[in-house]
Structures are given as C-alpha cells and as structure tokens.
C-alpha cells in the first residue's frame, strides 16, 4: 500500500513537473501546441474546428464517449450523426411508408396486406449509413489537417489540457484557445428503482439489433414522442407516460395537436403519471409501477422495453471546470456564456447544447461554431443571432414552427396586443386516401398594430420542416401579415394555407379550411 501511495505521489508530481515545463516552454516561446482546441466532436465542435482549420490555424480535436449504461457506443459525430437527428429521422420515414402502404389501395395499388416490418433490416442500414457519417467526418478532418485524438480532455489549467486515452494513457495538450463543445447525455431518475439497471434511452434505441417489443416510454418530451410515433408506426405496441404537459417549450395548443394525433394513429398515452419501480420478471420482460399525480392510486403493466426521456445533462463531469474556474450555471449545469460564446475564463469558450441558454439544436450549434472560428481568426466580429430559429418535431403528423409560442407573444406584448391568424385545412393527398385530417393546423401569431409583424408561425402537418424553413427567413426578415397577403401561394400545398389565412381567433369564426 505505501508504495502504491509513493508512486501515485510520484505520478502527481512528475504530472506537475511536466505541466509547468509546458508553461515554461508556452511562455518563453509565446507558442502553443495549437492555436485552436477543440473538446466534443459533435456538430458544434466539428464545424468549428474544420472552419478553424480552413483559416490556416492548428486545430485539435479531442472526441470520446463513454457508453451508455446499457453499453451502447458509437463513433465520431456527437449525438445528432450517431443517436439523435440523422438515425430519427430514417425511422421516421420508415414509418412513414408503412402509412403510405396503408394509403396505396385507394391509390389503385395492389399490395398484399397485411404488411410486415423488419426491424434487423432498417437498423442494420440505418446503422450503416451512421457509421459512413463517422468515417467521412474523420476523413474530412484529416483532409483539413486537424489532429484527431479519441480520448477524454481534462482541464489542467487555462491553456493546457490532459487528454486520457481509454488505456489510461494520458497526454498533456496546450492551446491558445480552447472551445468546449461536449454537448448532453440523457438523464436517469435514479431514485426510480430498476431505471439504470433495466432501462434504455435514446442512446441506445437507435443502435438496437431486435425490435424493441411492447415499449414504454417514459416522458414527453420531443425525443419522447418522436421514437413513441416511428414505433407506433411500425406496429410496435407503444406508450407515452406523461408527467404533466408534452413538448414544453413549444405553443402548447399545437403540442397537444400532436399528440392527439398520436392517439388516433394508435400511440396510447398514460397522463398526469409518475414510475415508481422498475423490476425485471424471470421472462424478461419489466414490471413499471406508476403512480397518479391527480388521485394518487398506483398501477402497474409489463413490457418488453422501457426508455427514458426526461431529458438531459450536460457532459462535464470529466472536463475538471472547477480547476481552472469555468462558472456554470448550478441548476442546470451549464456553462454560462456571453454573447461572443466565451465562458468567464479568457480564450475558453462553449458552443452548442453545453452552454447556457443556448438552443439545443444542431443548425444552431454548427453556425455558432463557424462564427465563433472567424471571430478567433479572421477579424470577423460577426456574432450568433438565436432569434427566430426554425425547428421541427417529426412525429407522425410533423410540427414545424420558427419563432414566438402564442404563449411567449403574450407574455411579452399581452393578449390585447397580438393577432392570431389560424386556420384547419385538410392536405390534398389525405382526401383520396381518406385520412383523419383534424389536426392539421396552422397558426401565425402578429403584433395587432400596424402592418402586424409575424411574432411566430407554427404548423402541423406533412413536410413540416420543408414548409417551415423558407418562411423562416421571410420572419427572420421581420416580415409581416401586411406582405404575407401580396404573396402567391403553390397549388396545391399544404404551404399555400399560410398564404391564405385570414380567420383571427379573436372574431371567433370557424377556421376551417373549405375550398380554394
């Protein structure tokens, strides 16, 4: 044991020898290893390294990821390429052609039903297709000579990084600047018994090699109901267990839009219900005990698979921020930031999901990384405006929106000082196929005077995102309702509705859509 004790003492003290040779050198010489280090290679952090790295500059990457408690892995990427946008989305359609097969003989098709799905086959390319996205971007940085290392980073002091290989081996890294760009990982209630031990989250959904069976869902959040409505869509028993409202964040009356549909399309939702216990039975199969929050009474159901998605936490608990006095927000764990994406140390600074008050989304964490590399060197002052992002939740029935919630433009201007256009339309290609269309809505919320600038835009329907993101930049613009009257419409789209409304919620008429 004393020896054991010496050479750790011995380690801690050759580690500091050599951290302050590294200062030593850094300042007589006035060099570091690389002007730019990067910690996260996730969108964010790959963006800004390469656009660095286009500029001339030394760039580094430090990228790792410790698998998930139920061991699930991946490679480069961050969580949008390996286990959130690009596999979601490929369920999604995937889906969304088992839909499609359910439309096609009113379509005139002859096709066998009923129809089956293979889960081995869609993940196997869904799963393949991730893994091109790794190997591409390694390739990418190694074509923009940026050293790739696959290890954890640590803080030893402002400019100088330990980076930890998974042998333990360990490498002291100093740069001028830093940018910490290690986005979140899914939360687990462990004072739930059973959560960590049984259950999975969307770390390991995407990356399953048999389908999931009868699966719980625990949750409402968007990664929530977005697995809850591929699953549904591939007939897969699905459940939603529901805490108190689903999407918050986003304008509740389209939120509970989707997932009304979500009922009628065949997701069940258990609402106003907390876990209590998880237990694996000798089949396999999991017992979840689950509580009332309205009447307290307790229930319970078994299933084959339970996920997790009460959302996430940030990924710092190796980044050793204390050390070098990075503040981060207690409540969230965050790290704070300023409007330049710099933390309250100099030359360190955080992008994407990892700091404060940032959306957590990849568009915005890719265009703050390319910004903040131009800034650092190449004179630039220009800074990330996170007004008016457009987003999309791909549930069954989308939901795209850019800007104010209804109950955002409120609470800002009053009730007496917005208008609300909306409008129920029924998209062309469900009437021959006879499809359940109540749902399909759209809403832009303006500001009463004038010529009534759109605070926001919100609509569910087929191809949310693609509607939504054209109309994104005319908001982005500061246009108007006034302009939106001038501005022709495509038919037949879902699209041309927004062109076309006209009914305020405030004259109390029936919005429904009936004709051209």
Known sequence: MAAVLVWRNYRFRFKNV??????????????????????????????????????????????????????????????????????????????????????????????????????????????NYVKSLNWGHRVQLSDRKVNYFNMKGSFVDDHTVCGTLKSGKEILITAENVVIATGLRPKYPTHVPGALEYCISSDDIFWMTEPPGKTLLVGASYVSLECAGFLTGIELDTT????????????????????????????????RCIPTRVEKLDNGQLNVSWRSVESGTEEKDTFDTVMWAVGRAP????????????QMNPDTGKIVVSHDEASSVPHIYAIGDIAEGRPELTPTAIKAGKLLAHRLFSGSTELMD??????????????????????????????????????????????????????????????????????????????????????????KCGATYTQLLTTVGIHPTCAEEVTKLHITKRSGLDATVTGC
């Open 18 to 127: 050599v951290v302050s040779a590294v200062r030593l050198l850094s300042s007589t010489a006035g060099k570091f290893d690389y002007d730019l280090l990067v910690i996260g290679g996730g969108s964010g952090g790959l963006a800004c390294s390469k656009e660095a790295a286009q500029l001339g500059k030394r760039v580094a990457v430090l990228d790792y990821v410790d698998p998930s408690p139920q061991g699930t892995k991946w490679g480069l990427g961050g969580t949008c390429v390996n286990v959130g946008c690009i596999p979601k989305k490929l369920m999604h359609q995937a889906a969304l052609l088992g839909g499609a097969l359910k439309d096609t003989q009113k379509y005139g098709w002859h096709i066998q039903h009923p129809v089956q799905h293979d889960w081995s086959v869609m993940a196997k390319a869904v799963q």
């Open 240 to 271: 939603v267990m529901v805490r108190s409202i689903p999407l918050r964040g986003f304008d509740q009356q389209m939120s509970y839009l989707v997932t009304d549909y979500m009922e009628s399309y065949g997701t069940k939702f258990l609402w």
């Open 386 to 475: 996170y007004d008016n992002v457009p987003t999309t939740v791909f549930t069954p029935l989308e939901y795209g929106c850019v800007g104010f919630s209804e109950e955002e433009a409120i609470r800002r201007h009053g009730s007496d000082n917005i208008e609300v256009y909306h409008a129920y339309y029924k998209p062309l290609e469900f009437t021959v196929a006879e499809r359940e269309a109540g749902q399909c809505y759209i809403k832009m919320v303006c500001l009463r005077e004038g010529d009534q600038r759109i605070l926001g835009l919100h609509f569910v329907g087929p191809n949310a995102g693609e509607v939504i993101q054209g109309f994104a930049l005319a908001v």
């Open 315 to 326: 990924e710092t608990k190796t980044l050793n921020l204390e050390r070098v006095g990075v």
